[in-house]
């Protein structure tokens, strides 16, 4: 009895060691220990910040909650010790004394329109991680716009396979204050799709990233608000249909099958682009659903979502959103899924278990939906 207590005490300063580790995120740079994470999801931060007389954490959806405890070591470090922070991938940085700096420990993000910190809580989930599958690209192109006046950059992923035969294309736009890198740096977009494709889960696509603004000199001085944000998704859909489409079927090996989805104000614009040309696109993707230019009596008065219930096509229509999201979003998810019920038009709707308006929503989205597409 007297070595079972000695072993159960043995096991138990065990087990408390090693679920009182950290490990560092894999969003640290190389050769950098912090920020670190333990199993619980509580994080602790330390950067170098000797002449500052306050630092305080911040951050994006899922860091809005966190609570911390801030102190200064004599070597002029800060260190930050967080309650647990819930699941996903979370822009933050440090306000150091009233001004906004990033985590020089980190790499940088394009997220809340410039370069920001990211910290990675894992999930458990391997579906993003890169596996020892055969890899596809992505490269990097663009266009001359007549509509926006100038060059377009985007990027395009290409499966291993590209080449022995022709694919269908997934237009796929990011959210706001975010650019063409969000999919394949934060979506991890390269391991999502390479590895759907090694397990048969999905057909293989060429996905284009194309940059969710679309105006040209006189309309970018516009003030930044609702009317110019349907300006611009209007003309989007004029680059896309006039020249994103003919550029990429001229240049790619492309089959006629396209669908097109989106993220926050991208899932905005897929819809819009969508539904104006439901016979031209089997499927519409809305990940954490917005719209614009309508109100609570004609929400969708710049969306001509009626268009689907006349086409013969019948796109398939995806929503997903994340639980934990704002009641915005929840709201905006919830008025189209409505208007789909009262006219009867089929859909998929997904809920992203834990997590907030941020990446890891839109990574399960995006695994969901192209399961779904070009069957």
């Not at 096991?11 to 994470?37: E, H, N, R, W």
């Not at 100038?150 to 035969?165: D, H, M, T």
């Not at 109100?295 to 086409?311: G, M, V, Y």
Request: charged share 20%; glycine share 8%.
């Amino acid at each position: 009895m007297q070595n079972f207590k000695i072993l159960t005490s043995i096991l138990c300063f065990y087990s408390a060691i090693l679920f009182s580790q950290y490990t560092t995120s894999v969003t640290a740079t190389k050769g950098k220990d912090f920020p670190k994470i333990d199993v619980k999801g509580n994080a602790e931060f330390k950067a170098y910040f000797p002449d500052a007389k306050s630092v305080v954490l911040e951050g994006g959806d899922g860091m809005k909650n966190v609570q911390s405890s801030v102190t200064k070591d004599k070597n002029g470090f800060w260190n930050v010790s967080t309650s647990p922070i819930d699941v996903g991938f979370h822009y933050y940085w440090f306000n150091v004394d009233g001004k906004r700096t990033n985590d020089p420990n980190t790499q940088l993000y394009f997220g809340y329109g410039q370069p920001t910190s990211g910290i990675e809580i894992p999930s458990g989930e391997d579906f993003f991680f890169a596996k020892n599958v055969k890899q596809g690209k992505i490269v990097d192109d663009q266009l001359d716009s007549k509509i926006t006046l100038g060059k377009r950059n985007f990027k395009v992923y290409l499966p291993s396979n590209y080449g022995k035969k022709k694919l269908p294309v997934l237009y796929l736009y990011h959210g706001t204050g975010e650019d063409i890198t969000g999919w394949e740096k934060q979506g991890y977009i390269l391991n999502i799709l390479d590895n759907l494709f090694a397990e048969n889960k999905a057909k293989e696509m060429i996905v284009v990233m194309d940059y969710g603004v679309a105006l040209n000199p006189e309309q970018e001085k516009w003030p930044d608000n609702s009317e110019r944000t349907v300006l611009s998704a209007k003309n989007l859909d004029k680059i896309v249909m006039q020249e994103l489409i003919p550029y990429i079927e001229n240049k790619y090996s492309t089959n006629s099958k396209k669908a097109i989805a989106g993220l926050s104000r991208g899932s905005f614009q897929a819809m819009l682009i969508g539904v104006n040309h439901p016979e031209v696109f089997s499927a519409i993707g809305s990940f954490s659903p917005v719209i614009y230019g309508g109100d609570q009596n004609h929400p969708f008065k710049e969306l001509s979502i009626n268009n689907l219930l006349k086409s013969k096509q019948k796109p398939i229509f995806f929503m997903g959103i994340g639980e934990k999201e704002e009641a915005r979003f929840l709201d905006f998810n919830k008025t189209i899924a409505n208007y789909l019920d009262q006219n009867k038009y089929p859909y998929t709707q997904y809920q992203s278990p834990q997590t907030y308006h941020e990446w890891l929503t839109w990574r399960r989205c995006l695994y969901q939906f192209a399961q779904l597409i070009f069957r």
